[in-house]
């Protein structure tokens, strides 16, 4: 756990927010992750910030709110609450997030999913200053994720306690690059390939994706003019930072009043400490018409019922099925290491970076673009074996990008 | 321990803060005791708290703050910092405080004296809104322990580790009268009988105690007219609670424009992280004309530097040397503990309670009948064995109160 516990803090704090003199860090952490953290804290010195400041989560604490709290406390927290995050993502704040996620999963299986729903809605509102700014990538954010021992039990039934931990710690520093002896050079790498697809994918010139499966997918889903692709390092005010770690993505927008046909999740979602099973959503002319699971209906209800933009889609993001992550064959029963490991759409909103000169652009001109707008931005996981993805390019081309699963030889 | 928490979790909330239906609680509390924590939500929400928050601390995160972040930074701290706790003394806000120690008196100790003074004045200014409304018992609070590895090293350096931290665990459930099948009742009657002795103290109608001791205190401090000792549980909004727990004290304001002499402290004296040994102060009519200690002077200095207030006492406290604490013979290194283990004097803010009708006077009135006002209070303990305290009552008669260190049989 040392090891990883060193090179998890690398990651985070050189590669992921890639801290700079006199910047502000926030670390949201977890009572389970008290080393790590510390280790954290102290590179973050070492790169001479000018403060860090540390919440600790505590899964018990959430699970106790949920049970006792009635949805209207939930949706009424303290303005202070919410002033701490968004703090980080003032224009007078140099200031930069690391997220350290070490939660189990299935946390909250017993809370009401109502409650759910609405306290993560009330959250995203109150929050709206700092996503705004990360969604545009005018605040630097990263998330790790660190060994739970509930999480490695979900994932490792037939382990004991501590193997399970210990083997989830080997599967994160591997996902992470974190076990070999130059991790930063591991990223630079990695985040030079992902430029180089996501390059090839806006010269493509793509109008439109048709993605089918056996499963039952079956979806064209538009991209807006200017689009461009996403994947590995971004950068805010001329410093890269990585947002998530592990990342094995290429994404983009979808034009929002463009997508028809029918999606089928082919991995559980794990969302708010419940996991959705068995996710279908039918969508017209970019509406989400129909929708059903056969786990936590409730709560797919409450994301999709948020306001308008939650009734489309927001993020369409490309993996291959022989990505890292995906050969371990292993659900991760979590969403930064799952949506790393399969294609995927999010609910919601979209990444203004998304397309050309977007960062600068007002709410109207990016929604007069295609993009959308939600206080919800869930990912869900569609990529299969034998996905098959072809694009229709602007000028009339019919390009195939995955057959199989995978990309084809001119993206890979 | 599972013992040691149960009955620690339910001082805090039903004889601590004693939590009523629709409650706020803020629980301060230490990553060193997530299990209490836990048990102590739990119990708060059983008693129908409306909402509890938890800020765990961290003695690694504070220390790396103090090496690291320049004395600006520290003392300009976020506004949302303050607001959290604040908003528990807001007047629409039906909130109550608990505190759970769990800290290394000794964490500090290579810290900068002089940034942890100023840091501590800035908190204090911010929290003003908070602290007014503690002092007066307009807000209910609490304040209990819990072994930390550290400690119990510095208190038992000669025991293993698993040991000391056992001892202290016993040490602080004895002295927090958690020991036994009904801590509730035992509270009780201990508040009773402190208070029957702080009727008689308020009855003599004292004009002047007199300290006298071989150690070299001669101090004669005045009292106010109108005063009152307080001692066991206070009373906010109808509703009693336990401040600090344990509390072996009597105590009252003295009048800071009469107090002449020397007083020498019988005990190191542990602020922030730092421990100051040998503390001596003068005082002629009321004001501190010199002071010394033979370690961490500059953070003495801080403190009696801090405001006008802080240049004189606002705190006399009486505590018997055969009191349950002091016959442990145990220097606990933290005022929680100390200070009820023998008589005692704060530096800095009077309590307004310690007046008739204090807490509802005007800052001016309180001023006018010579109770102190500033950003400070820091107990510091002077009892000793041999401690003879000497009343002059407004009637002109002369009855001894301590002779050799305890109360004399009327006080008893």
Redesign the interface.
């Given at each position: 756990m040392k090891k990883l516990i060193k090179g998890l803090a690398q990651a985070a704090v050189y590669t992921g927010v890639n801290v700079q003199e006199g910047e502000e860090v926030y670390v949201i952490s977890s009572?389970h992750a008290?080393e790590l953290?510390?280790e954290v804290?102290?590179l973050c010195?070492e790169r001479k910030?000018?403060?860090?400041v540390?919440r600790?989560r505590?899964d018990?604490?959430t699970r106790?709110?949920y049970?006792?709290?009635?949805i209207d406390?939930l949706t009424h927290k303290?303005?202070?609450v919410y002033?701490?995050r968004n703090?980080f993502a003032r224009d007078d704040v140099k200031g930069c997030v690391i997220s350290i996620l070490c939660s189990d999963p299935n946390g909250l299986k017993d809370a009401d999913g109502n409650k759910i729903s609405a306290a993560h809605r009330a959250d995203m509102k109150g929050l709206t200053p700092y996503y705004d700014k990360a969604m545009s990538h005018k605040v630097k954010w990263s998330i790790i994720a660190y060994p739970h021992p509930e999480w490695a039990k979900l994932m490792f039934p037939d382990l004991k306690p501590k193997d399970a931990l210990k083997k989830l710690g080997k599967y994160i520093a591997k996902t992470t690059r974190v076990d070999n002896d130059n991790p930063a050079a591991a990223w630079e790498k990695h985040n030079a390939e992902l430029k180089a697809r996501s390059k090839k994918l806006k010269e493509l010139n793509i109008k439109e994706l048709h993605y089918v499966n056996k499963l039952g997918t079956d979806l064209i889903v538009g991209l807006p003019e200017g689009y461009v692709f996403g994947g590995g390092s971004d950068i805010c005010g001329g410093v890269s930072f990585n947002a998530n770690m592990p990342t094995e993505e290429v994404f983009s927008a979808p034009d929002c009043r463009n997508i028809n046909g029918v999606v089928k999740a082919s991995m559980p979602l794990c969302y708010g400490g419940k996991i959705i099973e068995g996710l279908s959503l039918t969508l017209k002319d970019g509406r989400i018409t129909d929708y059903s699971a056969d786990t936590n209906l409730d709560i797919l209800k409450g994301i999709i019922e948020t306001d308008e933009g939650s009734r489309s889609l927001g993020e369409v993001a490309l993996v291959p099925y022989n990505s890292p992550i995906s050969k371990l064959h292993t659900l991760f029963y979590e969403t930064l290491f799952d949506e790393n490991a399969s294609c995927h759409f999010a609910i919601g909103e979209a990444y203004p970076t998304c397309i050309e000169g977007g960062k600068d652009m007002s709410r109207d001109e990016l929604t007069k673009r295609g993009l959308n707008y939600s206080d919800v931005h869930v990912d869900f996981m569609v990529g299969t074996k034998d996905l098959n993805i072809t694009a229709t390019t602007r000028d009339g081309k019919t390009v195939p990008v995955f057959v199989d699963g995978n990309f084809t030889k001119e993206f890979e």
């Amino acid at each position: 756990m040392k090891k990883l516990i060193k090179g998890l803090a690398q990651a985070a704090v050189y590669t992921g927010v890639n801290v700079q003199e006199g910047e502000e860090v926030y670390v949201i952490s977890s009572v389970h992750a008290v080393e790590l953290t510390h280790e954290v804290v102290r590179l973050c010195y070492e790169r001479k910030a000018k403060r860090v400041v540390v919440r600790y989560r505590d899964d018990e604490l959430t699970r106790l709110d949920y049970a006792h709290q009635t949805i209207d406390t939930l949706t009424h927290k303290p303005q202070y609450v919410y002033d701490e995050r968004n703090y980080f993502a003032r224009d007078d704040v140099k200031g930069c997030v690391i997220s350290i996620l070490c939660s189990d999963p299935n946390g909250l299986k017993d809370a009401d999913g109502n409650k759910i729903s609405a306290a993560h809605r009330a959250d995203m509102k109150g929050l709206t200053p700092y996503y705004d700014k990360a969604m545009s990538h005018k605040v630097k954010w990263s998330i790790i994720a660190y060994p739970h021992p509930e999480w490695a039990k979900l994932m490792f039934p037939d382990l004991k306690p501590k193997d399970a931990l210990k083997k989830l710690g080997k599967y994160i520093a591997k996902t992470t690059r974190v076990d070999n002896d130059n991790p930063a050079a591991a990223w630079e790498k990695h985040n030079a390939e992902l430029k180089a697809r996501s390059k090839k994918l806006k010269e493509l010139n793509i109008k439109e994706l048709h993605y089918v499966n056996k499963l039952g997918t079956d979806l064209i889903v538009g991209l807006p003019e200017g689009y461009v692709f996403g994947g590995g390092s971004d950068i805010c005010g001329g410093v890269s930072f990585n947002a998530n770690m592990p990342t094995e993505e290429v994404f983009s927008a979808p034009d929002c009043r463009n997508i028809n046909g029918v999606v089928k999740a082919s991995m559980p979602l794990c969302y708010g400490g419940k996991i959705i099973e068995g996710l279908s959503l039918t969508l017209k002319d970019g509406r989400i018409t129909d929708y059903s699971a056969d786990t936590n209906l409730d709560i797919l209800k409450g994301i999709i019922e948020t306001d308008e933009g939650s009734r489309s889609l927001g993020e369409v993001a490309l993996v291959p099925y022989n990505s890292p992550i995906s050969k371990l064959h292993t659900l991760f029963y979590e969403t930064l290491f799952d949506e790393n490991a399969s294609c995927h759409f999010a609910i919601g909103e979209a990444y203004p970076t998304c397309i050309e000169g977007g960062k600068d652009m007002s709410r109207d001109e990016l929604t007069k673009r295609g993009l959308n707008y939600s206080d919800v931005h869930v990912d869900f996981m569609v990529g299969t074996k034998d996905l098959n993805i072809t694009a229709t390019t602007r000028d009339g081309k019919t390009v195939p990008v995955f057959v199989d699963g995978n990309f084809t030889k001119e993206f890979e």
